[in-house]
């Protein structure tokens, strides 16, 4: 069921101080209190709903509706998960869009972390369960590298490595590994895919009690756990 409404809330940080002495003559220059501005804070989204236990005249029924603890489980796994969900929000404007030909506008689209997600079952309407969601704008951040190149006079300079795009997909507990390789080689291309990096090929066959000698057997039909962190690599 959708929201009644969503709630955006996007604040500054911006800081006052107080300035002594004459200032100057006019009203933009005064002595006294001045504002700093500063970056904005991180946009906060909340909005409350319900999850119905079946299916009412005001619920859709192109689309199945499975029972209330579906999805809260869903919401309870991608909090534990410790990586942030993507919140898509399109507003409906259809006279407005057509008038001026703008066709799959997207309000809100960022990605969020969950910051509190409540819910209960209320008397009255059995089954169903009513919920609060609050989100938390998350910006990704990582290290990036200073590269050396030679321009078109011949001189060395240094730029910043552009930044990678990141990679928003949640790892999975486990994955059946790519036919028609040996194991250790589907084993590098898993590690590749879920970690960012085939050198921990030896630890997800450790990780799984594959034996030093079916690493080089078909890896056809086999499928593996994927561990959350490999410590001794500082991968996670």
């Known amino acids: 069921m959708l929201p009644p409404s969503i709630e955006i809330t996007e604040g500054g940080q911006g800081k006052t101080y107080d300035i002594v002495g004459p200032g100057g003559?006019?009203?933009?220059?005064?002595?006294?209190?001045?504002?700093?501005?500063?970056?904005?804070?991180?946009?906060?989204?909340?909005?409350?709903?319900?999850?119905?236990?079946?299916?009412?005249?005001?619920?859709?029924?192109?689309?199945?509706?499975?029972?209330?603890?579906?999805?809260?489980?869903?919401?309870?796994?991608?909090?534990?998960?410790?990586?942030?969900?993507?919140f898509i929000f399109a507003g409906n404007y259809n006279s407005f869009t057509k008038s001026q030909d703008i066709k799959n506008r997207v309000d809100i689209n960022i990605p969020a972390s969950i910051e509190s997600f409540t819910w209960s079952e209320q008397a009255g309407s059995p089954g169903d369960i009513e919920y609060k969601l609050n989100l938390k704008e998350y910006v990704f951040y990582s290290p990036r590298k200073v590269v050396s190149y030679i321009n078109t006079d011949g001189e060395t300079e240094q730029k910043l490595e552009p930044p990678k795009r990141p990679d928003e997909r949640l790892?999975?507990?486990?994955?059946?590994?790519?036919?028609?390789?040996?194991?250790?080689?589907?084993?590098?291309?898993?590690?590749?895919?879920?970690?960012?990096?085939?050198?921990?090929?030896?630890?997800?066959?450790?990780?799984?009690?594959?034996?030093?000698?079916e690493l080089l057997e078909p890896s056809d039909n086999r499928v593996i756990k994927l561990p959350k962190t490999f410590s001794k690599l500082k991968v996670n």
């Open 25 to 86: 003559n006019t009203e933009e220059t005064r002595a006294g209190e001045v504002n700093v501005i500063k970056n904005p804070k991180l946009r906060e989204v909340s909005f409350s709903s319900v999850f119905p236990a079946q299916y009412y005249p005001f619920v859709s029924q192109d689309f199945p509706v499975f029972v209330p603890m579906y999805y809260i489980e869903h919401i309870q796994r991608w909090k534990d998960a410790k990586y942030p969900i993507r």
């Open 171 to 213: 790892r999975p507990d486990t994955y059946a590994l790519k036919p028609g390789y040996r194991t250790y080689e589907a084993l590098m291309e898993a590690g590749k895919r879920w970690y960012g990096t085939d050198a921990v090929w030896r630890e997800l066959a450790a990780a799984n009690g594959i034996p030093e000698h």
